[in-house]
């Protein structure tokens, strides 16, 4: 790959850290791709955004900005001039003065998601059951068991902030939508897209795709970067 190629920033969800990623970044490497998972610290957006555009300042040339779940809302939300497309895997994506609680909580809940709430230090926790019965329940027994025990708490303060002028107005975005998703729910996931004017890419999948289906995943980024590329 030249300097001028594009490079994949991935940045992970609530629960989660960089490693969630793995599959798909060993299929993107594969191919040739340079490929950076950015570590969100969950703390606040203001501290993910800050977090994630210091991931963005070492990457020279053009960037291919990915973001699962909560991470829609924190990709959005960021000035870096070297992003060129963004791409949502069942992603939260707020329009401007929205809070990513607002979108998460849109529609009604399935009846397999969890109920959450902060604990004292205004964190928020997955239930371990919540992994198999809504998080990745497409996910092998290991894979959930994994999931859980590695599992990092998101502050209120992530969830409860308005968030700026979302850069999807003035980039382009390209979309997975989760069609078996038990958290956030599908109907949600099609109104975010088609407010964003993204090109919608619906797969047959649960909440964590990027696990479960990174074929899927991996087709959705090489397409952005093709049209990086060419562009």
Known sequence: MSASDPTAVL???????????SAVISALQATGLTVVAAPL??????????????????????V??????YAGGVIGAT??????????????APEEGETIGDVFYRAKPHPDAPTLAPDA????WLPDEAFAA?????ASADEQALLSAVQRPISIACITTPVPRPLWKDQPSWYLLAEDDRMIPAETQRFMAERMNATLRPHPVDH??????PTAVVGLLLEAVDHVTSS
């Open 11 to 21: 940045a992970h969800g609530a629960w989660a850290d960089g490693s969630s990623w």
């Open 121 to 124: 230090h205004g964190l928020i």
């Open 208 to 213: 964590t795709p990027l696990v479960t289906a």
């Open 64 to 69: 291919v900005l990915a973001g699962h779940a």
């Open 41 to 62: 610290p969950l703390t606040s957006l203001q501290d993910d955004v800050a977090a994630l555009d210091r991931t963005l300042e070492r990457v020279t040339g053009p």
């Open 79 to 92: 000035r870096s001039a070297n992003v060129r497309a963004l791409v949502y895997i069942a992603a939260l």
């Open 134 to 138: 809504a998080f990745a329940h497409h």
